[in-house]
């Protein structure tokens, strides 16, 4: 039984042995490696933060031995360097020397406009000489760390997480985020068109019966300001605030609010809302005082007879008979009026860069004789992504 025990721990010993040999032969084949600050420029983290963040990433990656922060204090401070200043390659390498690291990784993190660049560099401190290097654009998003993480992943060789990479790197597809939103605002110019009706032979009638001799169209000048509160992958929710002013060859002052609740989706921006259309307009109230005749004969040879009103027959005021039809219609003369109607939109963005060039067909469907409305907008407007909330 003796023996027996006696070989179990002949065994236990001789395993302990054999890992401890594989072990430090693992770590002798891992090169050693130390970070100082990584420079930075127009993000909220300094310097150090950003350091501590690289040297976190690169020891969570397992591909190097990485020197802790206080080993690199104590390098500093016996060499009389300040860290604060210790960016370039001659300082880079006398702390890697002092400390005795095989690699030193230095780099800079800055924003340039919508971007967050991150550069990275991979010094070998024996030959002075740049073993590796990496260059990465992301979106200006607050996820420095994430950012980090895959920069360092590429220096070390590893692939970064897609599904990370989509989030951060991906300027084509919107967000895949619901905590991050895009923000398209930018000048609107619209022409529309009124389908043949009441109104619209009300606006080419003369001043003299409270008509504004007015072409067939309408140019309308806005602002659109654009909210996309939901992205996931290629589909996003928006909301769009259009404030416009109208009636320009009419010689009117048409001012209006449109509010669209709708969706994009892919890359192409092809665009679905639908909202409601608020103006001020000048409105009468009258009534049509004559009817035009229409007689018909079926195929049974008997006579039919309808009436219409006679448009030019219609008369401010309130109307003296009850058999007459009343209405309210755009009048040069009258007081103005808050009129709704719901407005339908479909689009397509194109890009050209960080320029976006959307454009636009809407329908607003109206009832009686007053006539449809279509029309098409064109604006232009720059992409701005930033976090909901910022």
């Known amino acids: 039984m003796q023996a027996i025990h006696k070989i179990h721990g002949a065994i236990l010993i001789l395993c302990t042995f054999v890992l401890s040999v594989v072990t430090a032969h693992a770590l002798q084949l891992k090169s050693t490696v130390a970070i100082l600050n990584i420079d930075t420029k127009g993000i909220i983290q300094d310097p150090k933060m950003v350091g501590n963040l690289v040297r976190l990433e690169l020891g969570k990656t397992g591909a190097y031995i990485v020197f802790d922060n206080y080993e690199v204090s104590d390098a500093l401070a016996k060499g009389h360097i300040s860290i604060d200043s210790c960016f370039s390659k001659s300082c880079v390498l006398e702390i890697g020397r002092r400390l005795g690291a095989e690699k030193m990784l230095t780099g800079d993190v800055e924003r340039l ?25 992301y979106q200006n998003l607050p996820e420095i760390q994430k950012m980090v993480r895959i920069s360092v992943a590429k220096i070390a060789g590893l692939q970064p997480d897609p599904a990370l990479a989509s989030v951060l790197l991906d300027y084509d597809t919107p967000i895949a985020n619901p905590n991050n939103s895009f923000t398209n605002n930018g000048p609107r110019v619209a022409v529309s068109y009124t389908l043949p009706g009441i109104v619209e032979r009300r606006f080419e009638a003369s001043e003299g019966i409270g008509g504004y001799n007015a072409p067939w169209y309408d140019v309308t000048m806005g602002w659109q300001q654009e909210f996309a509160y939901y992205s996931a992958g290629p589909f996003q929710a928006i909301l769009e605030v259009v404030p416009a002013i109208g009636g320009f060859t009419y010689g009117m002052f048409i001012p209006s609010l449109t509010l669209l609740q709708g969706f994009r989706v892919g890359n192409w921006g092809l ?24 007689v018909t004969i079926n195929n049974k040879g008997v006579k039919d007879t309808s009436y219409t009103v006679d448009e030019g027959s219609w008369t401010r005021g309130a109307a003296p008979d009850p058999s007459l039809v009343s209405a309210e219609l755009p009048d040069s003369r009258g007081g103005f009026e808050l009129k709704t109607n719901l407005l339908l939109a479909a689009g397509i963005t194109f890009h050209s860069g960080y320029l976006n060039l959307p454009l636009n067909v809407y329908l607003v469907p109206k009832k009686g004789g007053e006539g449809t409305t279509w029309g098409f907008s064109l604006g232009f407007n720059v992409a701005n992504r930033k976090p909901k909330g910022e």
């Not at 560099?121 to 654009?137: A, H, Q, Y």
């Not at 639908?274 to 005749?293: A, T, V």
């Open 271 to 294: 665009e679905f809302a639908l909202g409601p259309n608020f103006r001020l307009m000048r409105m009468s109230q009258g009534y049509f005082s004559r009817y035009i005749p229409t």
């Open 113 to 137: 406009d919508e971007k967050i660049v991150i550069t990275l560099r991979l010094i070998d401190v024996s030959s002075g000489s740049v073993e590796k290097s990496d260059v990465t654009e």
